[in-house]
């Protein structure tokens, strides 16, 4: 079954430096999207892309964020100047061309310390 | 308060006891889905119901949604203790097709052997 693949699984960075979480999407989906979840909450919107521009995105996708898709595999979220509050777990996920039935990746548990 | 929210927080059953967990929202929606969560891991995708759809069964998991009452409820049968996890329900947030999911707190399944 086609899978979602994120890298790294978990990334230990210092704070202030800036960090590169990649996801390789399903080939044929065409929404890409990036959530967070902060150990024991529930899981965050941050932004989805569509057609090679971001569609939305939700009130943590701040400045500090931004999203790429410099190839026509890779879907990369960046954060330019980590903060000790970024810790946590970032879910990529994708979706056809209905926009229905996501697939998320097992995610990227960012530590910032 | 939020959209999708899911009671109750926590639930602990017995092997071979069904499961049942609910979710409300507040918007009307495209659809909703249901997601497990093992502990620290990733989001698995359980089932989608369109709102058009009153039912739908997949395995031991039957999912009901009531668009009247913005209501959606899981049921787990035969609990297994590998089905102790977290359970969200997750409504589009705009109801297009695409767009960002919104996800409740979640439910805590524990079953116990």
């Known amino acids: 079954e086609p899978e979602v693949t994120q890298t790294p699984s978990h990334q230990v960075t210092q704070m202030g430096q800036e960090v590169i979480l990649r996801c390789v999407p399903i080939s044929n989906h065409l929404y890409f999207y990036w959530y967070r979840q902060i150990l024991g909450q529930k899981v965050e919107f941050l932004v989805s892309f569509y057609n090679n521009e971001i569609s939305e995105k939700s009130e943590i996708f701040d400045d500090q964020f931004s999203v790429e898709r410099p190839d026509g595999s890779n879907f990369t979220l960046k954060i330019r100047s980590t903060k000790l509050e970024d810790s946590a777990m970032y879910f990529c996920a994708s979706s056809g061309q209905g926009g229905y039935g996501y697939t998320f990746g097992s995610g990227t548990r960012l530590t910032v310390v | 308060s939020q959209q999708g929210e899911e009671d109750p927080q926590a639930l602990s059953i017995q092997e071979g006891e069904n499961a049942t967990m609910n979710c409300s929202y507040k918007?009307?929606?495209?659809?909703l889905q249901w997601y497990r969560q093992n502990s620290g891991r990733g989001l698995v995708h359980l089932i989608l119901?369109?709102?058009?759809?009153r039912e739908k069964h997949s395995g031991r998991l039957r999912v009901t949604l009531d668009t009247s009452k913005k209501s959606s409820s899981l049921l787990i049968t035969a609990s297994r203790a590998a089905d102790t996890a977290s359970y969200f329900c997750a409504t589009d947030a705009f109801g297009q097709a695409g767009t960002a999911l919104i996800f409740g707190k979640g439910t805590t399944l524990s079953v116990s052997s």
């Open positions: 918007t009307s929606i495209n659809n």
């Open positions: 119901i369109r709102s058009n759809e």
